[in-house]
């Protein structure tokens, strides 16, 4: 500041040169617009007060007119702070605190990027990056929309992620690549230790075995083929492939006044497939008697779809006693094995 001219106590005036000159020592330190002050220090006061006379807000600017920070631009209560070195200090925290409705958007632009690297490290909840709904819970959950990388590496076409276990980095891995499925009905996937590739099973071979019990006693005292309760369904792998049948349980034919037998009929998707009559306990006398019953029989089903067979049986003679099969609920069972046509 310029120094005025003053006199001590009651001494002589102050001539007119002096006068003047204090009058522009004053004008020079007045602040007004355009004017560049060094240092302005505001001191005792309570609660400092600036407050800007129009919408326009206040800004802080460098040297070369860039603002560096600006507040309350376009009359609201915005904080903007735009500066190209980072903000540091000792001990140094920053609270973002919204309320109500409010949020905090970090957008950079340009090439400009975010990072958070802190030295300890804490629980994130209601995290969400470049999506529409937050998640939480330390970063346990984490919503990520688009291209995604951990430790710097994105791996590359055709590796999968792989866990390396509680507490480590997952990794980028490749598996073996698979060859061409077309064509390949009935084959299976086979590998070298270093490749994979389709094999063919050997005609005869067993592909799949499936096996269905049934030990209800079920009686019949017509003639007419009734279902014995006995089912087994198998799907095959190939169209080409055979199914062997076999079938074996327990039955028993009463005591009546004529000579009598048990007729055995396996069923296909509800059609006839094979039948054997008087196959049972035949005898050509009134005579009660039991026996066990095995059959096998191969059929080509043609089919890659669900097939079903049954069991049904009936008496062979008109007025004879009860046919019965799962006799004393003896289980019978039916063994389907699919064999490479």
Same mark, same amino acid.
């Given at each position: 500041?310029?120094?005025?001219? +003053?006199?001590?106590?009651?001494?002589?005036?102050?001539?007119?040169?002096?006068?003047?000159?204090?009058?522009?020592?004053?004008?020079?330190?007045?602040?007004?617009?355009? =004017? %560049?002050?060094?240092?302005?220090?505001?001191?005792?006061?309570?609660?400092?007060?600036?407050?800007?006379?129009?919408?326009?807000? $206040?800004? $802080?600017? #460098?040297?070369?007119?860039?603002?560096?920070?600006?507040?309350?631009?376009?009359?609201?209560?915005?904080?903007?702070?735009?500066?190209?070195? =980072?903000?540091?200090?000792?001990?140094?925290?920053?609270?973002?605190?919204?309320?109500?409705?409010?949020? @905090?958007?970090?957008?950079?632009?340009?090439?400009?990027?975010?990072?958070?690297?802190?030295?300890?490290?804490? %629980?994130?909840?209601?995290? /969400?990056? *470049?999506?529409?709904?937050?998640?939480?819970?330390?970063?346990? =959950?984490?919503?990520? /929309?688009?291209?995604?990388?951990?430790?710097?590496?994105?791996?590359?076409?055709?590796? @999968?992620?792989? !866990?390396?276990?509680?507490? #480590?980095?997952?990794?980028?891995?490749?598996?073996?690549?698979?060859?061409?499925?077309?064509?390949?009905?009935?084959?299976?996937?086979?590998?070298?230790?270093?490749?994979?590739?389709?094999?063919?099973?050997?005609? *005869?071979?067993?592909?799949?075995? @499936?096996?269905?019990?049934?030990?209800?006693?079920? !009686?019949?005292?017509?003639? /007419?083929?009734?279902? !014995?309760?006995?089912?087994?369904?198998?799907?095959?792998? !190939?169209?080409?492939?055979?199914?062997?049948?076999?079938?074996?349980?327990? *039955?028993?034919?009463?005591?009546?006044?004529?000579?009598?037998?048990?007729? $055995?009929?396996?069923?296909?998707? *509800?059609?006839?497939?094979?039948?054997?009559?008087? $196959?049972?306990?035949?005898?050509?006398?009134?005579?009660?008697?039991?026996?066990?019953?095995?059959?096998?029989?191969?059929?080509?089903?043609?089919?890659?779809?669900? +097939?079903?067979?049954?069991?049904?049986?009936?008496?062979?003679?008109?007025?004879?006693?009860?046919? %019965?099969?799962?006799?004393?609920?003896?289980?019978?069972?039916?063994?389907?094995?699919?064999?490479?046509?």
């Amino acid at each position: 500041m310029s120094t005025l001219v +003053t006199r001590a106590g009651k001494g002589s005036p102050l001539t007119h040169n002096e006068v003047d000159a204090n009058f522009t020592n004053l004008n020079t330190d007045k602040i007004q617009s355009g =004017n %560049t002050v060094a240092a302005l220090t505001i001191t005792a006061l309570t609660t400092p007060s600036v407050q800007a006379v129009n919408s326009a807000g $206040l800004a $802080l600017k #460098n040297s070369a007119g860039t603002t560096q920070m600006s507040m309350g631009a376009g009359g609201g209560d915005n904080l903007t702070i735009n500066v190209s070195s =980072n903000l540091n200090g000792t001990n140094a925290q920053i609270d973002i605190s919204p309320t109500g409705t409010g949020h @905090v958007h970090i957008n950079p632009s340009g090439s400009g990027s975010i990072e958070m690297n802190p030295t300890s490290v804490g %629980t994130i909840d209601n995290m /969400t990056i *470049g999506a529409t709904t937050a998640k939480n819970g330390s970063f346990v =959950n984490l919503s990520v /929309t688009g291209t995604t990388s951990f430790d710097g590496s994105q791996g590359t076409a055709g590796q @999968v992620l792989t !866990s390396a276990g509680t507490g #480590n980095t997952p990794t980028w891995t490749t598996i073996d690549a698979l060859p061409s499925q077309t064509g390949n009905s009935g084959k299976y996937l086979t590998t070298n230790g270093s490749a994979a590739s389709w094999g063919t099973v050997s005609s *005869g071979a067993i592909i799949q075995l @499936v096996q269905a019990t049934y030990s209800t006693q079920t !009686s019949n005292s017509t003639t /007419t083929y009734a279902d !014995s309760g006995l089912t087994g369904t198998i799907t095959p792998t !190939s169209a080409s492939s055979k199914v062997l049948i076999t079938i074996a349980g327990l *039955g028993y034919k009463g005591n009546a006044n004529v000579s009598n037998s048990i007729s $055995l009929k396996v069923q296909k998707n *509800g059609s006839d497939l094979i039948t054997f009559t008087d $196959l049972l306990l035949y005898t050509a006398t009134a005579t009660e008697n039991s026996g066990m019953f095995v059959f096998n029989y191969l059929d080509s089903p043609a089919t890659t779809s669900a +097939t079903t067979y049954k069991l049904q049986f009936k008496n062979s003679f008109v007025n004879a006693s009860n046919a %019965t099969v799962q006799f004393n609920n003896m289980p019978s069972t039916i063994t389907l094995t699919e064999i490479a046509g």
